[in-house]
């Protein structure tokens, strides 16, 4: 596609329960990032994709939190037992070596936990 | 720790005048730095970055410079326009892979 595409664009949850967000990125690219970003907050490093392997995972929370990329394009962000501090906008980025320094960033997931 | 400290929350310019939008990093060792530029319901939009090899970037209006021996990049917007309103986002990185982002400053500029 043309951009970084996420779905949904909003969530709603109750809190103890599972949710996934999807990101689709720009056909291509082969790094593919997550960020959250809390309010009044910038943009916090989760987890980071080359290919189909996590190259960096340094960034998530705890155990509660996994990322996957099967086929080295989609990639599926999951929050197990989720909790009302789990609450965020979710940003997913893509980029591409030869793209030089800068991802493109999606819209986000904004996930509510109730 | 904050790595990137963006320490003005907001800025208000007038249309046509320069805009200068500042962050301040603690760790010597970054690669690059970068400036996102973020509507309201839209992810951030790269605008522009520098290597730590050097001391200023230029795109059209934008300018960025960078200050090692201070720690401190800028952001000029010259001539800044209301289209400029956004909150803008100072980040920096090892070989741009992960990045490390300021709070964000808020810039509105007015008529």
């Known amino acids: 596609g043309a951009g970084v595409s996420q779905t949904p664009s909003n969530k709603v949850t109750e809190k103890g329960k599972y949710v996934e967000l999807r990101c689709d990125p720009i056909s291509g690219h082969t790094a593919l990032y997550w960020y959250r970003q809390s309010l009044g907050q910038g943009p916090e490093f989760l987890i980071y994709?080359?290919?189909?392997?996590?190259?960096?995972d340094s960034g998530l929370p705890n155990d509660r939190f996994f990322a996957v990329r099967p086929e080295g394009s989609v990639s599926t962000l999951k929050i197990q037992r989720t909790e009302r501090g789990d609450s965020a906008v979710y940003l997913c980025a893509s980029s591409s070596t030869e793209q030089g320094p800068g991802y493109t960033f999606g819209s986000g997931t904004r996930l509510t936990v109730v | 720790d904050q790595q990137v400290k963006q320490n003005s929350p907001s800025l208000s310019v007038q249309e046509g005048r320069i805009s200068i939008l500042n962050c301040d990093y603690t760790?010597?060792?970054?690669?690059?730095f970068l400036w996102y530029k973020k509507y309201p319901a839209e992810g951030p939009t790269f605008l522009i970055s520098i290597s730590s090899i050097k001391d200023k970037n230029e795109d059209g209006r934008f300018t960025v410079f960078l200050n090692k021996s201070a720690k401190h990049l800028s952001l000029h917007i010259v001539p800044s326009q209301p289209g400029d309103s956004a909150v803008y986002f100072c980040?920096?990185?090892?070989?741009?892979?992960?990045?490390?982002f300021g709070t964000g400053t808020r810039l509105q500029v007015f008529p």
């Open positions: 760790n010597s060792m970054f690669d690059y």
């Open positions: 980040a920096a990185g090892f070989n741009t892979d992960k990045l490390i």
């Open positions: 994709f080359q290919g189909t392997g996590a190259a960096d």
